[in-house]
């Protein structure tokens, strides 16, 4: 898989080509603040190599699923979600997938309904 995808907003963003409310970034993870917030906490978690989508993982992604995941708990406590958050990836276009760059959304601060969607 290439590490980076030129067409990709979120590739650009992570090559620092459009600019972003970063909160967090290392050699594999990168996380900023959503420009359309649905919720009081927003964040976009997402891998620095381009993977289109959570379908596309494999089996040797397992470290870099790990990091987002460890990342994402971190930033939730951060942001005081003690009360809880929700982590949200869509899949494909029918699931409201707007970016082919795998994220995920960090969502709090406020009570979430269910079913979403």
């Given at each position: 898989?290439?590490?980076?995808?030129?067409?990709c907003?979120?590739?650009?963003?992570?090559?620092?080509?459009?600019?972003?409310?970063?909160?967090?970034?290392?050699?594999?993870?990168?996380?900023?603040?959503?420009?359309?917030?649905?919720?009081?906490?927003?964040?976009?978690?997402?891998?620095?190599?381009?993977?289109?989508?959570?379908?596309?993982?494999?089996?040797?992604?397992?470290?870099?699923?790990?990091?987002?995941?460890?990342?994402?708990?971190?930033?939730?406590?951060?942001?005081g979600?003690?009360?809880?958050?929700?982590?949200?990836?869509?899949?494909g276009?029918?699931?409201?997938?707007?970016?082919?760059?795998?994220?995920?959304?960090l969502?709090?601060?406020r009570?979430?309904?269910?079913?979403?969607?």
């Amino acid at each position: 898989m290439d590490d980076r995808d030129p067409e990709c907003l979120f590739c650009r963003i992570v090559a620092g080509e459009i600019p972003s409310d970063r909160v967090h970034e290392d050699d594999d993870v990168v996380a900023f603040r959503d420009i359309n917030p649905q919720a009081p906490t927003h964040v976009l978690v997402i891998p620095r190599r381009h993977i289109p989508d959570a379908h596309a993982l494999g089996a040797a992604d397992g470290p870099i699923l790990a990091r987002l995941f460890e990342v994402t708990s971190r930033l939730a406590d951060e942001a005081g979600l003690a009360n809880g958050y929700r982590v949200v990836t869509n899949v494909g276009p029918d699931a409201g997938q707007t970016v082919f760059h795998l994220h995920f959304h960090l969502l709090g601060g406020r009570t979430m309904g269910w079913p979403p969607g």
